[in-house]
């Protein structure tokens, strides 16, 4: 199961290389006006409009691929595909049981931490 996410995973970034180069390579609305007077994109590989519809299906295609790799990575980390996480964990073991503290047997000397009072020879001697 770690090979499938590892696999799904370098897809995933592959494909968002891809998104980000073919959105750099393609042209803004503004740069086709250019083209209207002849600035030579008649000439290239894809024609004169092929090289706008190959990169947005080559775009479109890297996004699928890319939305669809992050839906397979959020379900197998969803604890589906793989162990449980420590919160699922916690939840299934049972709640302790609260006991009560003992009585106390002379009241503060039980308390651990405790002031003590005072004998009272010993607030004659101050």
Not at 29 to 55: E, H, I, P, V
């Amino acid at each position: 199961m770690q090979f499938f996410s590892n696999l799904v995973l370098i897809v995933q970034l592959l494909s968002a290389l891809a998104i980000i180069g073919l959105v750099l390579v393609q042209h803004g609305k503004g740069a086709d006006m250019g083209a209207s007077f002849g600035s030579g994109a008649s000439g290239s590989l894809f024609g004169a409009t092929g090289s706008a519809n190959f990169l947005s299906r080559s775009t479109a295609v890297a996004a699928t691929l890319f939305f669809g790799c992050t839906l397979a990575l959020a379900f197998l980390a969803n604890g589906r595909g793989g162990a449980a996480s420590s919160v699922d964990r916690s939840l299934d073991r049972a709640p302790a049981a609260v006991t009560a503290p003992a009585p106390a047997a002379s009241g503060a000397a039980a308390i651990p931490g405790a002031l003590q009072a005072p004998a009272q020879g010993a607030s004659a001697a101050q």
